[in-house]
């Protein structure tokens, strides 16, 4: 059983555009609440009777202290605080007060309702908190009913005890407002009793998890928005590419704990691989290319050749790729003078084209300036799709695409948004956004796509052969396909070049 209940209790915060978010963001989780949709709003007259009940009972009070002075009494972690003069105002004037207030006559901020409990308390949320404040702006759903709206630790404990929530779970900066969470529900006379239980975060390296520091990021312009895909939002995520069964494996496996603890994103990156590499159809893709011009190959023949869409899926099925005298490959795949451990392409070398055929290098071509523009290569009719009938054996399979059938993209490579494990961990005096990570984005608007991809469309996720796994854009148009890398592939030559061992 599914409930979602937003809570709409500041209407200058509220916007349409952010329920519909939320809305979206859970059900593409996997998750949907039926009917079971409810409002904060829905329960204001309960939870304004529930006030009225408190004043009646001697247990909140009309305040007329601004929030500096409110300050000022509450007091220290160390020292008590102290009683608002307002405190013992009997008990008709509170009533007349706050129906004057519900009725609009006072500006914002010239009363507050409090609750009246203990301003010694060593829990500062215990020290007589406000419940009401004054607030007149137009509510999304309520419009001007209402001008006197209840602070979040009044309206929440009672909407759980509303709605007969069993186990209201939270985070651990929650447990100083549990015993407020109690003294609400029990002090309004509430017959169904929820219980608030706390637990840790969901903290990831390499990511800020605050509201408050998200909410930066997007004002500050740091990112393009709560969607941008390298945000930790469940919408960054989704426009990433990340399957929502694998946000799902992933806290499954990480599972909840009562002490803060930080988790390697390298799991969530797992989950992520293992479950496209099951769901994701494979392509190819160059995002840097290099023109072959296969000199023994007919002029104006135009080849398909079919190609598997996932080895993972035999009912995916074959897709055909077109193949001609003019292909493209990864620059990166082409080295004049390799290493020992490099076996792609090199002059003289011959390597495999995926679904095609042997290709050998016979001639680089290069510009004035000493540019490799071009390589001329032959290939072996002998060897479409498969080994060489000879037997003899060639050490690499290189990707490629047709150079004129090939559809142009533009690719966002995306990494880290962070340069430390953890964010926070900076030189005093700087914060979390000296950390972040500089090249977190590069767009490539030179790479080409096979044209199986025609008809992508927002959303679709795809393994581009050797590279990673790429989804499709809300940004793309007809013919301008815009993909976003979800994560890469591992790559075994990287790691050679990175310990050095080449």
């Not at 349409?16 to 978010?21: C, G, N, V």
């Not at 009246?116 to 419009?143: F, L």
């Not at 990156?269 to 099951?278: A, P, S």
């Amino acid at each position: 059983r599914c409930h979602l209940r937003l809570d709409d209790t500041n209407p200058a915060k509220e916007e349409q555009e952010y329920i519909d978010m939320i809305m979206r963001d859970v059900r593409w989780l996997g998750f949907d609440w039926g009917q079971n949709l409810f409002y904060a709003s829905d329960y204001y007259q309960t939870i304004f009777e529930c006030a009225v009940k408190l004043i009646k009972d001697g247990k909140a009070f009309v305040c007329e202290l601004n929030a500096e002075q409110m300050r000022e009494y509450r007091g220290t972690l160390t020292e008590p605080g102290k009683h608002s003069p307002y405190r013992d105002r009997p008990v008709e004037e509170n009533l007349a007060l706050f129906d004057r207030m519900r009725a609009g006559e006072f500006d914002e901020g010239r009363y507050v309702l409090r609750a009246k409990i203990d301003m010694s308390s060593p829990n500062i949320n215990m020290r007589d908190p406000v419940i009401y404040r004054i607030v007149k702006a137009e509510h999304p759903r309520t419009g001007t009913k209402w001008c006197i709206y209840p602070m979040y630790d009044f309206a929440h404990p009672l909407s759980d005890a509303i709605e007969g929530i069993t186990s209201s779970i939270c985070t651990l900066e929650f447990e100083d407002h549990r015993p407020l969470y109690d003294w609400v529900v029990r002090e309004c006379g509430m017959s169904a009793h929820p219980r608030q239980i706390e637990f840790a975060r969901l903290n990831i390296t390499y990511t800020v998890m605050s509201k408050r520091k998200l909410h930066r990021l997007v004002k500050e312009g740091h990112v393009n928005g709560w969607d941008d895909p390298r945000m930790p939002t469940l919408s960054g995520m989704r426009r990433r590419g990340y399957p929502a069964a694998a946000i799902r494996a992933f806290a499954e496996r990480v599972g909840v704990a009562k002490r803060d603890s930080t988790v390697d994103l390298a799991l969530l990156e797992f989950h992520v691989r293992e479950e496209l590499n099951k769901a994701a159809n494979r392509v190819m893709a160059v995002l840097d290319p290099l023109r072959i011009v296969i000199t023994n190959y007919p002029e104006k023949q135009v080849e398909e050749l079919d190609a598997i869409n996932n080895p993972e899926d035999e009912s995916a099925g074959t897709r055909k790729v077109p193949f001609s005298r003019e292909i493209l490959i990864e620059r990166e795949d082409f080295m004049e003078e390799p290493p020992a451990k490099f076996f792609r392409l090199a002059p003289g070398r011959e390597v495999r084209l995926r679904y095609a055929y042997f290709i050998k290098c016979e001639e680089v071509v290069k510009d004035a300036s000493g540019n490799i523009t071009e390589l001329r290569c032959s290939y072996d009719p002998a060897t479409r799709g498969g080994d060489a009938p000879d037997g003899r054996k060639v050490k690499a399979t290189l990707h490629w695409v047709d150079a004129k059938k090939s559809l142009p993209s533009e690719v966002r490579l995306y990494g880290s948004l962070f340069t430390k494990e953890n964010p926070d961990d900076v030189p005093e005096g700087q914060d979390f956004i000296s950390s972040m990570n500089q090249n977190s984005l590069s767009v490539n608007k030179v790479a080409r796509v096979e044209p199986s991809l025609t008809n992508a469309k927002d959303g679709d996720v795809f393994q581009f052969e050797r590279l990673g796994y790429f989804a499709v854009d809300v940004d793309s148009e007809p013919y301008a396909l815009v993909f976003n890398r979800t994560i890469t592939l591992k790559d075994e030559w990287s790691k050679l070049q990175k310990r050095g061992d080449v």
